[in-house]
């Protein structure tokens, strides 16, 4: 599924180099990106990170804390 104006695949380009380059620095670099889950149907896009966060975790943990 390609984006309209080519966005998806330049944000799956962006962050491999990200990671590629982050990680050449230091290898335990982790790449953990937010609400992009549309981009893990690409498989070089989901070896390049390390994790992924989503809104709920995010709103639990939130939540969680302020208790």
């Known amino acids: 599924m ?3 104006d ?5 944000m799956i380009g ?3 180099g990200l990671s590629k380059f ?4 230091n290898p335990d670099f982790l790449i953990i ?3 992009a889950e549309i981009l893990l149907e690409d ?8 994790g992924i966060e989503g ?4 709103t639990w943990k939130v ?3 302020m208790i």
């Open 63 to 65: 939540k969680k804390i």
């Open 33 to 35: 990106p937010q609400n």
């Open 55 to 58: 809104k709920a975790f995010i």
């Open 14 to 16: 962006f962050v491999i």
């Open 6 to 10: 080519g966005s998806k695949e330049r």
């Open 22 to 25: 982050a990680k050449s620095l």
């Open 43 to 50: 498989p070089d896009y989901l070896a390049a990170i390390d």
């Open 2 to 4: 390609q984006g309209m």
